[in-house]
């Protein structure tokens, strides 16, 4: 009887917009920071998704940044979950940024993560908008 050799194959994707939906979907299994997140802030994260999902991606790109999302390199003080830069190769240095409050008011709150493939990849949900200086 004669041994098969098993050879170890990795197999690559080159995927692009495998997901094919035509709304945005949130993903929240790279959140690692949260501090300060009250029912309030809950309830307002929750009515910012309904919103955002609520419409076709195409559109939610065509809003401005500070109704929708921002595309930007950013200084922030934490560092990115380490394993979604092993599972996910697209991560460019630029984070998607989408405000918790449109007007700022009461906090400069963002949700802080990255877009792939129509997928907002979650990292921080910073309520008081004290990750990164926001500038002027």
Known sequence: MS???QKDIKIKTNCTNC???NHIVFNFAYVSYCE???KE???TLIDRMLEV???????LRRWDKYKGFEEKIIDIKKQIPKNFNNEI?????????LRLYKGNNPTPGR?????????????????????????S
């Open 111 to 135: 949700i802080i993560g990255k877009i792939v493939n129509k997928v907002f990849y979650i990292f921080y949900i910073d309520v008081k908008g004290i990750l990164y200086n926001h500038g």
């Open 53 to 59: 999902s609520s419409i076709t991606y195409l559109e």
């Open 89 to 97: 190769e697209q991560f460019d240095g630029k984070y998607s940024i």
């Open 41 to 43: 802030e809950k309830s």
């Open 19 to 21: 997901f094919k939906s």
């Open 3 to 5: 041994k098969i050799k």
């Open 36 to 38: 300060y997140f009250n």
